[in-house]
């Protein structure tokens, strides 16, 4: 599973919460919250290279990846 984790990187940049995030970016309330609150399932490249100029990142910065639990 691939996680978005990006407070740590907001963070860098003096971003700390949602509103914050969303006024930097310019997306929605709702998507930056989800965003913020790790509730996002999957991203496009658009919104990505947005928060990765926006929070001056790379992908690597705010997506990890975690294998699946085995069955």
């Known amino acids: 599973m691939i996680e978005i984790t ?3 990187a907001a963070k860098k940049v ?4 949602g509103y ?3 006024r930097t970016t310019g997306f ?3 998507m930056s919250a989800r965003l913020w609150k790790g509730e996002w399932k999957r991203i ?3 919104t ?3 928060l990765c100029n926006a929070l001056k990142c790379t992908p690597n910065d705010i997506l990890r990846f975690k294998p699946d639990k085995e069955i």
């Open 48 to 50: 990505l290279n947005k």
């Open 28 to 30: 929605d309330v709702s």
């Open 20 to 22: 914050q995030l969303q």
């Open 6 to 8: 990006i407070k740590a």
């Open 44 to 46: 496009d490249i658009k």
């Open 14 to 17: 003096g971003i700390t919460s």
